[in-house]
């Protein structure tokens, strides 16, 4: 069954289908959607909807409400995303899974609740407190606000770590076809570490604190080594990249105006490809390498070159590839033509 | 050291992997004894099995090394948000949230004021010393009037720094909390008092009637830099005077209240799909519009007609409503894209089909439409700049016929007329009507004067353009 339906409103079909049993949020625009869909669908489940007093408030239920082995999510944007942050540390720390949606909205500050993807480094390289990491995924599509927020869910409860679905506004808002999921999902048994007020589970403790150094430096290798094995997770798609001399990538939203200019330089005759990360961390390192061998590298992104940046480090650095940029930001979009433009530009440009 | 409770583990190896049975507290402090009266009660209540302890941070941090039930560690001021998030996962079981003045009284006091509003289902254990324990005898919000911490080094003064801050009084101006008491474990007699109430509060849990509060006044002798006799003292003579002690409410005879039922239903029933028809990989060149006007012409429903209708035969569709500065001012727009193929950027840039109900966005967009494009805006419209030349142009009644039908405000519907007589959708008519049929699913006597609409703008196209 195909359904039309909003971004946002997708990410709680998705939640549903994966077993998800409690939802804590505050409303933040452009996010409230999720919020929304949750507080009239969970209730008709038997599942928890509670709208927290503030996102620090959600972030510690979600702590609570995972504690217990429940299927836990909550959704915000940029400055109530910032206020989660020590929340996700901690989940990080107390090896606690959870699934936070970002709809990313153009910042710093309050900025306004136009699209952007200023939020990449603090989705993908902590944005809280302490050596952690949090698995992110990247949809850019509505079959994929449903479909990721799934894979989340699994991935989070494989790792017993927090998972971002890292969105934006564009996807949040915009309307699609979505492809109803086929199966309700059951979520797993976690008696093992959760605290369920039950005497299987009277010993278990979570928490994040190792008073001695020692101890928390082992804790931290430990961690490592877990967000070291989720190598074999890494996600992406290639568009028209085999015969490709030009390789444009982006993750969301930035992804389809990316796709929308490889048609348009193809129709020009210019062979251009689309590398797309699912993952952005755990990042498809061995994929971006193997697509963009040889080839020159065009950042599609809606950010000050975060993304970029990103790239840059995961490139093969023995055979370096230049790297380009075309971005906006404040909530405007990249348009088609100004990345086939810079795209033509690039590939004019000099090979040294 | 305090003699052992049951509701303790035997040893405390959490502490530091030895049989030790010393907890971390010093000497002459309250936290040991409130400790023994709550394990105690868990014992007696056999509720070990049941209950999960919610440690702050604070002197408290470590309470998971000593009571043997279910433990979670929350961060600072956040363990009434970490109860509330465990009460609700697990209906029915004892959770328990033990706070400090710091904890609770500042950092964490909105997640606790409102969890008790919620009338949450745990029982909050508040624990007031007047003074930050565990960070080395700072001001807390219960600190008194002129007493010297070492951010109040010349004495809390209630100019600067305010009073302190009562929060049974606060909390019992809520509705929802069951049970409010403070007490004191200053002296034999009042930890009898304080042993009563904590019993209570938890049995109330037990019993699953609603949020229960008690605040418990506590020496710290270590912080204050005084003897321990001389720290009860303080807590007695001192701390009464600001926070007398007594029940404030207990209404754990009350029936409980009762959430209202909600029919269950199945996930099928929730969510529902809208459209059986299988994705169309028939050759179909994607089309992308553009729909432009004031807010409230109904230009975001225009173009939600048609996406609908892409949706209903097995098109790939996108609609996005407009970002950026033409949203203010009064003006939207939203980008529709119909493909057979996957659809790239949902933000059209460059439409083949432009429909404007506003002079501000037919000038703004015109000059963006596709070489070979259409254009179709309302004839009201003063056009005082020049249109694109390489595409076609239809100056076209839509607020005329929709106004001459008695609908003014159905001159989106009229366009809509105006797209289907001159086959630009792409779209079967009757799916294209079935859409528009179904946007009316609210208001179903508005579907004949609609599909009335569309006839007479076909009427008129076939008629003033088309012959």
Sequence with gaps: ?352 | MIKKAEGFYEYFQRKDGSKTKATHYCAGCGHGIIHKLIAEALADFNLQDDTIFVSPVGCGAFCYYYFDCGNVAAPHGRASAVATGLSRALPGKVVISYQGDGDLGAIGFNNAFQAANRGEKFVCFFVNNAIYGMTGGQMAPTTLPGQKTVTSPMGRDVATDGFPLKVCEVFNQLEAPVFIERVSVADTKRIMKAKKAIRKAIKIQQEGRGYAFVEILSPCPTNMKIGAVEAAQFTINAMEATFPLGNFRDRSAEPPLVANKIPQKELSELIVGSSTAEADTSNFTAKEFKFCGFGGQGILSLGLVLANAGNSAGKNVSWFPSYGPEQRGGTASCSVVLANQEIGSPSVDKPDVLVAMNQPSLEKFAPTVKKGGVIIYDEQIPVEFDLPKDVSVYAFPAAKIATSKGVPKAANTALLGSLLALDLIGLPEEVVLAALADSFAKKPALVAKNMEIVETAKAWMKDNILS
């Design chain 1, 1 to 352: 069954m195909r359904k039309f339906i909003k971004g946002n409103e997708a990410v709680i079909v998705g939640a549903l289908y994966a077993g998800c049993e409690t939802y804590f949020g505050y409303p933040i625009t452009p996010a409230s959607e999720i919020a929304h869909s949750a507080a009239l669908l969970f209730p008709q489940r038997g599942k928890v909807f509670l709208q927290a007093e503030c996102e620090t408030g959600a972030i510690n239920m979600i702590y609570g409400s995972a504690s217990s082995g429940k299927m836990s999510m909550t959704a915000s944007s940029g400055p109530g995303m910032s206020l989660m942050c020590e929340g996700i540390s901690y989940l990080a720390g107390a090896q606690l899974p959870a699934v936070i949606v970002n709809v990313q909205r153009a910042g710093p500050g309050l900025g306004n609740i136009g699209p952007e993807q200023g939020d990449y480094n603090q989705a993908v390289k902590g944005g809280g407190h302490g050596n952690y990491k949090a698995i992110v995924l990247a949809p850019s599509s509505v079959q994929e606000m449903c479909d990721l927020t799934i894979k989340a869910f699994e991935l989070a409860y494989k790792y017993r770590n927090p998972a971002i679905v890292l969105t934006d506004a564009v996807l949040g808002q915009v309307m699609e076809s979505l492809d109803i999921p086929d199966k309700e999902l059951t979520p797993p048994t976690v008696s093992d570490w959760a605290v369920q007020a039950s005497k299987e589970t009277r010993n278990n403790l979570i928490c994040s604190i190792y008073l001695q150094n020692d101890l928390q430096e082992k804790h931290n290798w430990l961690l490592d080594a877990k967000y070291a094995s989720m190598d074999v997770d890494t996600a992406s798609k290639n568009y028209l990249t085999d015969d490709a001399e030009i390789i444009l990538t982006g993750y969301g939203s930035s992804a389809r105006i990316a796709r929308s200019a490889v048609d348009a330089l193809r129709a020009e005759g210019i062979k251009a490809g689309l590398f797309r990360p699912i993952t952005l961390f755990p990042f498809p390192e061995k994929e971006l390498q193997k697509v963009s061998k040889g080839k020159k590298i065009l950042v599609v992104e809606l950010s000050n070159g975060q993304y970029r940046d990103d790239v840059i480090l995961h490139l093969d650095r023995k055979n370096y590839v230049p790297v380009e940029l075309v971005n906006r930001m404040g909530g405007m979009l990249v348009t088609t033509e100004a990345v086939v433009t810079a795209a033509k530009k690039l590939m004019e440009a000099d090979n040294d």
